[in-house]
Each structure stands twice: as structure tokens, then as C-alpha cells.
């Protein structure tokens, strides 16, 4: 493949992806268990159809079309960062653990602090819309953002190797699931089966509130990483190289590790877990414009929002009327194709 041909893939890409994800956002408005005509549904989103179906576009639909959007976005550009930090092509935004500790954090707050251990209800589906959002994201989102810094910590007492990072990480995260488990052994069923509902992948329960946060976080993130593009690009030659060229490889690889996972905090603490978005994107747009930073960082942000947003549009249309936990399609649809890339790829080892 010649250069002037690269050139092109690193322009067209792009084009290609921002076009697919305009057409899969209007996709995903207009499609739903509410029967709705496209007629209907367009006349909605004018403001000029019945105020029930209006209600259905702005205030159910259209939060979590964003929230797609946003969360997609903001994982699969996590993932790349990490994966270049760390140099290992497995990494994802939960290598160091952020995923385990928000799910501990929120079930502290639906079976603890909620009342869990006594009772929250007859039904558990009511318990977590009952909780207080905010309270249960929060306490996810501190706990998350805490087992980060714990991990960072214990790496810079020893050195900020990207082996040392993802053992630390592995270990914290076991941490956190022991906690976990032994906090859902004393809850009682509801509470049980609360927390167990909350952790799954649900853009249902976004907000606009919720999306205007992620939205600030995943945008200023978006924003350092691509500044610092040509530092990521340095770090791919290796440590030595990047010193010779004057990036500060620790300070990267820190900045580069907390703001991922700082986005990665936010989005579970508000979604629950949304897996191999950060791991299938990264390498579809490695595989197809290679690693330059400057090209594969908007690749990668509108390709996590492609996805998403797709297998959102999935998990609603094939529910039966009820919309399908966004994690679980993510996973069957993400593992499959994962394994094909693994199994048909040139590398080695």
C-alpha cells in the first residue's frame, strides 16, 4: 500500500465513521417498543405531535441516544490510551480495577446505605429506580477514582512500569470483587437483586444531567489526549525513544492512566459496566490506519460511539418490548468478533 494511499484511509475513515454515526443516531432516536412511525417520530423531535409521544423522544429516547453516544465514545478512547501507556494490547478501562470498585461502591450504597440489609421493597427492579441516582453514582464514582489512585500510588513505591501497573491493577480489582461478594452474602434478596440490576450495562437510566457530565469529562479528556498525540506516538518506540525526543514518560503515562480512567470512573458510576468497547475499537482503527495518535483518536472516539450506539439500537429491538442490558450485547457481539481478530491476526505471541 503506498503512502498517498494511506493518506487517504487516515482522511476517508474518519469521513466515514462521523457520516455512519449520524445515520445510526437518527436510527437509534426513531427506533423503539412505542410502535411509533418514523412520520411520528420526526414530528416529535419538531415539537409539533401528541405530547405523549413527544415525552417519549425528549425524555426517554433522546437522553439515552446521547448517553450512547457519549459513553461509547469516551470507553473506546480510555481503552486506546491505556493500551498505548501500558503496551499491552489487552488493556481496556478496567485493567486497573476502576470497573470492580464502582460496582462495590454502588452496592455499598444500594445495600448498605439504602437500607439493603433490611429490606428495599418487594421488587428489585423499583429498588434501583427508588435509589437516589446520584448518590449511588457518586459513591461508585469516589470509589473508582480511589482504587486509581491507590493503584498509581503503590506503583510509583516501587517504579511506574506498565507491568507493574497492570499487576497492581489485577490485584486492587480482586480487592474490590472479594468486597463485593462478601457485601452481597449479608444482603438481603431484593438488595441482592438490586445491586446485581444496577451493575448491569443500562443507558436507560441516563439523564441529561448525567450526559451533560459526561459530556464535559469525555470532551476536556478527548481534548488532552489529542494535544498530547505526538508524546503518545513517541511513547510507541519505547521508553529510551521517547526520552530522546523530551517526553517526560512517567508524567505521560500518569496523565495518560488518569484521565482514562477518570472517564471510565464516570461513565460506570452512571451506566453500570459496558464491556470490550474499549477494546474492539482500539484495534479495529489500529488495524486499519495504524497507531499514529492524530488519526486513530478521533477514529477511535466516533468508532466507540458507532458501536454503541448499535448495539443499543439491538438490545431494544430484540427485548420484546423491554430494552436488553447494553453490556450483554456489547459481550456477545464484542467476544466473537475479538476472538476472530485474535485468531486471524499476521502477529505473533
Not at 108 to 137: C, E, H, K, M, Y
Not at 195 to 200: E, G, K, L, P, R
Not at 319 to 329: C, K, Y
Amino acid at each position: 500500500m503506498t503512502r498517498t494511499t494511506n493518506k487517504r484511509i487516515n482522511w476517508i475513515l474518519p469521513a466515514v465513521l462521523a457520516v455512519s454515526v449520524v445515520l445510526a443516531f437518527f436510527i437509534s432516536l426513531f427506533v423503539g417498543s412505542s410502535k411509533m412511525s418514523l412520520a411520528d417520530s420526526i414530528a416529535a423531535l419538531a415539537h409539533r405531535s401528541t405530547p405523549a409521544y413527544e415525552r417519549i423522544i425528549w425524555n426517554i429516547r433522546l437522553p439515552r441516544v446521547l448517553a450512547a453516544l457519549i459513553a461509547g465514545a469516551g470507553l473506546a478512547v480510555a481503552g486506546l490510551i491505556m493500551q498505548t501507556c501500558l503496551g499491552n494490547v489487552m488493556a481496556s478501562p478496567s485493567t486497573l480495577g476502576v470497573s470492580n470498585a464502582a460496582v462495590f461502591g454502588a452496592n455499598l450504597s444500594l445495600i448498605a446505605l439504602s437500607g439493603g440489609f433490611l429490606t428495599l421493597g418487594t421488587n428489585a427492579t423499583d429498588a434501583v429506580r427508588q435509589a437516589d441516582p446520584f448518590a449511588v453514582s457518586a459513591i461508585a464514582f469516589i470509589f473508582a477514582i480511589a482504587s486509581v489512585l491507590l493503584v498509581l500510588a503503590l506503583c510509583r513505591l516501587r517504579s511506574f512500569s506498565p507491568n507493574t501497573v497492570i499487576l497492581a491493577g489485577v490485584a486492587i480489582g480482586a480487592i474490590w470483587t472479594a468486597a463485593t461478594t462478601i457485601l452481597q452474602y449479608h444482603a438481603t434478596d431484593v438488595g441482592l437483586s438490586a445491586a446485581v440490576i444496577w451493575s448491569f450495562g443500562d443507558l436507560g437510566r441516563a439523564t441529561y444531567t448525567q450526559d451533560y457530565i459526561m459530556l464535559a469529562v469525555v470532551g476536556a479528556c478527548s481534548i488532552v489526549f489529542f494535544a498530547l498525540s505526538w508524546r503518545f506516538n513517541a511513547l510507541l518506540g519505547g521508553d529510551e525513544a521517547a526520552h530522546a525526543v523530551g517526553v517526560n514518560v512517567r508524567l505521560l503515562r500518569l496523565v495518560g492512566l488518569l484521565l482514562s480512567s477518570l472517564i471510565t470512573a464516570v461513565c460506570v458510576s452512571f451506566l453500570g459496566i459496558i464491556g470490550f468497547v474499549g477494546i474492539i475499537c482500539p484495534h479495529i482503527v489500529k488495524r486499519i490506519v495504524g497507531s499514529n495518535h492524530c488519526i486513530s483518536i478521533p477514529s477511535t472516539l466516533l468508532l466507540g460511539c458507532l458501536l454503541l450506539l448499535v448495539t443499543d439500537t439491538v438490545s431494544r429491538s430484540v427485548g420484546g418490548g423491554t430494552a436488553l442490558p447494553v453490556g450483554a450485547i456489547t459481550s456477545l457481539l464484542g467476544a466473537p468478533f475479538f476472538l476472530a481478530m485474535l485468531f486471524t491476526a499476521k502477529e505473533r505471541g
